[in-house]
């Protein structure tokens, strides 16, 4: 998922936390000590309520806690069962069988039913959705087809007869439980949708919600809104928390200075190095797990000739100095990236962290990379070169990150000149979409703890390829190890290896660091289930004593 945000599910990635100082509700509500309403914060504002359409964290942040799906991750980071009575899977991993719980209803009191989860699965793949996650469906029987406008909706091996929904797959998918438990496949409502047409999950009050909660307030545009406790939902009796107050502060100073006055329950401090090292040694501060990955796409469609280049690229990537970087940018905090998948998001069949065992051997030899440069240049027939690196506007990171690679790369390869340009979060992300870049800052946190959640991004045609270059040999490995290795899980962890190896050789991208980060939070909150993938905050069962 995109982010300077999103924020594996696994067991090791997953916490639950209590931890600052009294909080307050923002909108009117008694700003006293009695005050039981949560108030949280968003860096950034929310893009969409649209579960089929949604990218980005902060947005899955709050569909995630206003909606539900057939499993959800406990605090253990095992997927349990949520609007599912049962789930099993056939001995050859290609059918799972779900029997949803009786009586289970949407918001508005009307009845949720197993073909409003066939209805979200087939939007998801519906090119006319054209949803950026349509991918993940990937392996479910014409799945593929239908994304590529080949094969009717219909034909989605999803199906439902009467309270049980059954998944044809064609591959085993080591990941299918997760998918279980992912915003992107909650259940929609289809005569709900078809009826707000254009309008749909663009406001609160044009969502319909299956969750713990109801998103009340927000408008599309506006900066604070709530959730509201959904009394129909089906664990209603086990919700404690009438109210969360949300509200977005940009500036992680102004944060702060909330939460030290009472008004937000919690809140990162790892945005810039000046900042965690005034708060860390605050008695309520906890480590945040993340599996993040901050990483450069060149665009390689042929608009920029030097990125075509691929000498020009692997100078970049040589005269990258990650350890340097990694300690101005984050003083330390995070580490600097050895490859794709970043430390935490998953564990090889032996036991050793994927990212350690798949590291391919990024290096920094600036001597190197000034010779790679000037045989680029003249390769395309040009003495230097230009090109401007796009952030994003309203991450504190994003500054000093364009400043350290302007200054180390224009000081390592002669003849080269950097522009930084920064945009928001939102355009960020239309402009990637777009190429509409020469080199863009991004960063991508699993959505489920299995290597695909990032191997995925950077096939062939994939929709979050920014820089839609094209790899043979990284295609082979990641489909091999989605095909005939899915269920070979040695086999599988060698495969990605080799896909981490091919962007290597053919400098299709350049790992910055594995974001991490450490938060400060009232210690009278407590329940909030920390997720390193998919939903990054679990709000669900949180409660202020």
Do not use: C
């Not at 893009?47 to 990218?55: A, G, P, V, Y």
């Not at 009586?103 to 998801?124: E, M, N, P």
């Not at 938060?519 to 009278?524: G, I, M, S, Y």
Request: hydrophobic residues 35%; without cysteine.
């Amino acid at each position: 998922m995109d982010t300077w945000k999103k924020v594996a599910i696994g067991a090791a990635a997953v916490v639950v936390v209590g931890g600052g100082t009294r909080a307050a509700g923002l909108w009117g509500g008694s700003s006293s000590e009695n005050s039981k309403n949560l108030s949280f914060q968003l860096p950034t504002p929310i893009q969409t309520l649209d579960i089929s359409k949604n990218t980005d964290t902060y947005s899955g942040t709050i569909i995630g806690n206003s909606g539900a799906n057939l499993m959800r991750v406990d605090s253990k980071g095992k997927a349990q069962l949520e609007l599912a009575k049962s789930v099993k899977v056939s001995d050859d991993g290609l059918k799972y069988t779900v029997v949803l719980k009786n009586g289970l209803k949407w918001s508005d009191g009307s009845k949720l039913t197993a073909q409003d989860f066939v209805y979200s699965w087939q939007r998801i793949v519906d090119p006319k959705t054209a949803s950026q996650y349509a991918y993940l469906a990937s392996g479910v029987k014409n799945a593929d087809k239908i994304a590529a406008g080949k094969a009717d909706v219909d034909t989605l091996g999803v199906t439902a007869k009467g309270n049980t929904i059954t998944f044809d797959l064609e591959r085993p998918l080591p990941q299918f439980e997760y998918l279980l438990t992912f915003s992107n496949f909650m259940p929609q409502k289809q005569n709900f949708v078809t009826k707000e047409g254009k309008k749909y999950a663009t406001t609160a009050a044009t969502s319909l919600y299956s969750g713990p909660y109801k998103v009340e307030g927000w408008n599309g545009t506006n900066n604070s809104f709530k959730l509201i406790k959904n009394d129909n939902y089906w664990d209603a009796k086990n919700i404690k928390t009438k109210q969360i107050d949300v509200q977005v502060v940009q500036k992680p100073e102004t944060a702060v200075q909330l939460y030290k006055q009472g008004k937000i329950d919690r809140v990162l401090i790892s945005n810039t190095p000046e900042l965690y090292k005034a708060n860390k040694n605050d008695k309520n501060v906890s480590k945040a797990p993340e599996a993040t990955t901050a990483y450069l796409q060149y665009n390689q469609t042929g608009k920029n000739k030097f990125l075509a280049n691929a000498k020009i690229r692997e100078a970049l990537n040589l005269a990258t100095n990650r350890k340097e970087l990694t300690d101005q940018v984050t003083a330390g905090i995070s580490t600097p990236a050895t490859g794709l998948a970043p430390e935490g998001l998953a564990k090889t069949d032996s036991g050793e962290d994927l990212a350690k065992f798949v590291a391919p051997g990024y290096k920094f030899d600036p001597k190197k990379a000034a010779t790679l440069f000037q045989e680029g240049l003249k390769e395309v027939g040009e003495s230097q070169a230009t090109f401007t690196v796009t952030s994003d506007a309203d991450s504190p990171a994003a500054k000093t990150t364009l400043d350290y690679l302007q200054g180390s790369w224009e000081k390592a390869l002669p003849g080269l000149k950097i522009n930084q340009k920064f945009v928001p979060f939102s355009q960020r992300i239309k402009d990637s979409q777009t190429q509409n870049f020469d080199i863009v800052v991004s960063l991508w946190g699993g959505d489920y703890p299995e290597g695909s959640t990032y191997y995925d991004i950077f096939k062939t045609g994939a929709s979050n390829n920014n820089g839609q270059f094209k790899n043979e040999v990284y295609d082979a490995a990641v489909n091999k190890a989605e095909s005939t290795d899915a269920l070979k899980a040695s086999a599988r962890d060698n495969d990605y290896k080799m896909a981490e190896e091919a962007l290597l050789k053919d400098s299709n991208f350049n790992p910055l660091y594995f974001r991490a980060g450490y938060a400060l939070q009232n210690p009278k909150v407590t329940g909030i289930v920390l997720n390193s993938t998919g939903l990054n905050q679990d709000w669900k069962l949180a409660v202020k004593k």
